[in-house]
């Protein structure tokens, strides 16, 4: 069982920044796929960014490449997503998420397997 707790969520104008952060509390935080997915209110969840195990791989969403950075700290065991540039359409509670399994990336809600509480972004024009 891993656990996630999320942090960093908030009020910013368009155009601000926000770095959210996911901690696990696993050791063996390095062999697990991490992501970050959003949900926005009357939508379903949507991918947002995905890394490795050892982080040299990333993916993002198209509506985010360029603007958001996921990164991690095996040492930390924390999972972070810097968020620049924001809009008002980045508006969502933002749900850090872990997979067990390694290998190929996952962008899918049913790959991955444990799932944190979730912490609110909302952006202001």
């Known amino acids: 069982q891993v656990q996630l707790v999320e942090s960093g969520g908030g009020l910013v104008q368009a155009g601000g920044s926000l770095r959210l952060s996911c901690a696990a509390s696993?050791?063996?935080?390095?062999?697990?796929?991490m992501g970050w997915f959003r949900q926005a209110p009357g939508k379903e969840r949507e991918f947002v960014a995905t890394?490795?195990?050892?982080?040299?791989?990333?993916y993002y969403a198209d509506s985010v490449k360029g603007r958001f950075t996921i990164s991690r700290d095996n040492v930390k065991n924390t999972v972070y997503l810097q968020m620049n540039s924001l809009k008002p359409e980045d508006t969502a509670v933002y749900y850090c998420?872990?997979?067990?399994?390694?290998?190929?990336?996952?962008?899918?809600?049913?790959?991955?397997?444990?799932w944190g509480q979730g912490t609110q972004v909302t952006v202001s024009s």
């Open positions: 998420a872990g997979r067990s399994a390694i290998g190929t990336p996952a962008f899918m809600v049913t790959d991955y397997d444990y």
């Open positions: 696993r050791r063996d935080f390095s062999m697990y796929t």
């Open positions: 890394i490795s195990g050892g982080g040299g791989r990333t």
